[in-house]
T-cell receptor
Framework: NAGVTQTPKFQVLKTGQSMTLQCAQD?????MSWYRQDPGMGLRLIHY???????DQGEVPNGYNVSRSTTEDFPLRLLSAAPSQTSVYFC?????????????FGSGTRLTVV | AQSVSQHNHHVILSEAASLELGCNYS??????LFWYVQYPGQHLQLLLK??????LVKGIKGFEAEFIKSKFSFNLRKPSVQWSDTAEYFC????????????FGTGTRLTIIP
């Protein structure tokens, strides 16, 4: 059981470039989210989805797009990379509440924008 | 908006010492509370969660937490720590299922000295 898989693990971008961070889960979780982790700021929610075809903005959505065409995949797109987007990005998934609710996180993507 | 405070930024303990990490949140209504652990170089793992019922919750690896509504607190405890507990610990609160916004504290770095 792979859990939440994120690719790539590391990425360096130039300012203005675009890219997609991939996230896939094999637990049939309906809920998926993207967070960024910055030193001294904890984790902040970028976008989330409560099911295929349904997405919504989190706390820091500017500069990022998402889509959810399948239950398994939830890619995060950086439209025009900026140095302020240098961060570690985590994807997470969960079953709906209550029961087994509780997010499982992927191993992260470390992104540097130069 | 809700917020989470973890006042201990770095805690250093010797093996076998007892642990208590503080977590306070600001929100006047019903909350759902979580503790996550991030071992060096790894992703976040769910330690325990509280939705309702018994305010003393037990999690994995011998950790427990107590929800004290009057103090807006959800402190994490372990009676006897091990070197392998060296990690960063994050408290998180979710106000409403469905908006899926986990608000994280800034984390507490725990160092266990053998």
């Amino acid at each position: 059981n792979a859990g939440v898989t994120q690719t790539p693990k590391f990425q360096v971008l130039k300012t203005g470039q675009s890219m997609t961070l991939q996230c896939a889960q094999d637990m049939n979780h309906e809920y998926m989210s993207w967070y960024r982790q910055d030193p001294g700021m904890g984790l902040r929610l970028i976008h989330y989805s409560v099911g295929a075809g349904i997405t919504d903005q989190g706390e820091v959505p500017n500069g990022y797009n998402v889509s959810r065409s399948t239950t398994e995949d939830f890619p995060l797109r950086l439209l025009s990379a900026a140095p302020s987007q240098t961060s570690v990005y985590f994807c997470a998934s969960s079953s709906p509440p209550p029961g087994d609710y509780g997010y499982t996180f992927g191993s992260g993507t470390r992104l540097t924008v130069v | 908006a809700q917020s989470v405070s973890q006042h201990n930024h770095h805690v250093i303990l010797s093996e076998a010492a007892s642990l208590e990490l503080g977590c306070n949140y600001s929100y006047g209504g019903t909350v759902n509370l979580f503790w996550y652990v991030q071992y060096p170089g790894q992703h976040l793992q769910l330690l325990l969660k509280y939705f309702s019922g018994d305010p003393l919750v037990k999690g994995i690896k011998g950790f427990e937490a107590e929800f004290i509504k009057s103090k807006f607190s959800f402190n994490l405890r372990k009676p006897s720590v091990q070197w392998s507990d060296t990690a960063e610990y994050f408290c998180a609160v979710m106000v409403n299922f469905g908006n899926e916004k986990l608000t994280f504290g800034t984390g507490t770095r725990l160092t266990i000295i053998p």
